[in-house]
Structure formats: C-alpha cells, structure tokens
C-alpha cells in the first residue's frame, strides 16, 4: 500500500533550470495538493486540484505549474528555477480535502 | 485574507505536565473550518482535530483537548499530562468552507516544536 509517493527525495538545480517534481497515489482520491515548507513559514500551498482536469492556485502558485490529467498522478513543475525555490515540498492528497495524507517530501536546492 | 498566527515557536516541557499550543486566526468569513495537524520527526502529517466555525464546544479526545472561542479568534490546543511521544510539530490551519466542492485551501500557521523531556 504505497500511498502518496514523491520522486526525487533530493534535488539540486541551477538558477533557470526547469524541472518537475512527481506525485502519485494509489487511494483513488479526488483532492491532490501541494506545499512548501519552509523554516519559520509553516507550510503553504502552491496549488491543488479537486479532480482530474481542475486546478486551482493557493497562496504562493508564482513560478510553478501544475497539471492533472489523471486522478492518480499531480506533477508541480518549476519552469526557471530560482534560489527562493529553496524548499522542501510536500504532495498531499485527500478523500475530503482536510485529511491529508502527505508524501516524504522533495528536499530541492536552487544554487 | 486568512491568516494563522501560531507565536509559541518552540515550547519545552518535562513529561507528565500539562502544556497548551495557542493558534490565533484571521477571517473575513462566517463559515470556516479551523484543524489541528502533528508532523512528528518522521516527518509525516497527522490530521488530529476538525472544527467548523459553529461549533464553538469544547472537544476532549484522551489527553489532548481544545479550546476555540470565537470572541478572541483562538484555538487553542492542550495536552494533558505529556508524553516523550508528543514531541512534534504542532500545526493550526484555517480554511474557508466551500460547500459545493469540498475543495479546502488549508491556511497553515508556521507550527510549534513541542519538546517533551523525560
């Protein structure tokens, strides 16, 4: 029972490089997110979807993409990566949209 | 805009005492749901607790309990008798209501490191 699963656990990019953040689930569930933590800031959210096909921004959606083509899959895509990007970066997904259930996380550094 | 103000950056305690995690919360709106998460070392979030913003009771849940009280905009989080268990980050979030598609932009505070010393 794999859950929510992120690939890669650890990313190093250059200023301007693109790249994009996978995230899969196996529990069928119509709400997907996803979130940036970082120190002192809690997490925040970039974007999230409702279902396939509907995405919606949250609080910081500049300079990340998103797309849902299928229930299963919610890839956030860094289209110029940027040194503020620094974070760690949670996918989550939901059956209600309040119980999420969270990958280990992306730790991404932007040199 | 919403906002969720956690102050306590970092609470120590010895186990067995009591301690109290404050979350303070700004909305413009009348129906909200205000929760409670747990990111242990492991790294993982907990859901521990949903509230709606018509339901001022108190709730109790073994060892944990909580305290909203719309007059101060709080929602307070208290462990009762803490355990080297609990220690963990402890998150307050915020979100509107919307009805029709249960679509819930979570508003998270910046948490609270709960240090719970044997």
């Known amino acids: 029972n794999a859950g929510v699963t992120q690939t890669p656990k650890f990313q190093v990019l250059k200023t301007g490089q693109s790249m994009t953040l996978q995230c899969a689930q196996d529990m069928n569930h119509e709400y997907m997110s996803w979130y940036r933590q970082d120190p002192g800031m809690g997490l925040r959210l970039i974007h999230y979807?409702?279902?396939?096909?509907?995405?919606d921004q949250g609080e910081v959606p500049n300079g990340y993409n998103v797309s849902r083509s299928t229930t299963e899959d919610f890839p956030l895509r860094l289209l110029s990566a940027a040194p503020s990007q620094t974070s760690v970066y949670f996918c989550?997904?939901?059956?209600?949209?309040?119980?999420?259930?969270f990958g280990n996380g992306t730790r991404l550094t932007v040199t | 805009a919403q906002k969720v103000t956690q102050a306590q950056t970092e609470i120590s305690v010895v186990e067995k005492e009591d301690v109290t995690l404050d979350c303070v919360y700004e909305?413009?709106?009348?129906?909200?749901?205000l929760f409670w998460y747990k990111q242990p070392p492991s790294g993982e979030l907990v859901f521990l607790i949903r509230?709606?913003?018509?339901?001022?009771q108190n709730e109790i849940s073994g060892r944990y309990s909580w305290n909203f009280q719309k007059s101060t905009s709080s929602f307070n989080f208290t462990i009762t008798a803490s355990q080297v268990v609990d220690s963990a980050v402890y998150f307050c979030?915020?979100?509107?209501?919307?009805?029709?598609?249960?679509?819930?932009?979570?508003?998270f505070g910046s948490g609270t490191r709960l240090l719970v010393r044997p």
């Open positions: 509230r709606n913003s018509f339901d001022e």
């Open positions: 979030a915020l979100s509107e209501a919307r009805w029709m598609d249960s679509s819930y932009k979570l508003i």
């Open positions: 989550a997904s939901s059956p209600n949209g309040w119980t999420l259930h």
């Open positions: 979807s409702v279902g396939a096909g509907i995405t």
């Open positions: 909305t413009r709106d009348t129906t909200y749901y």
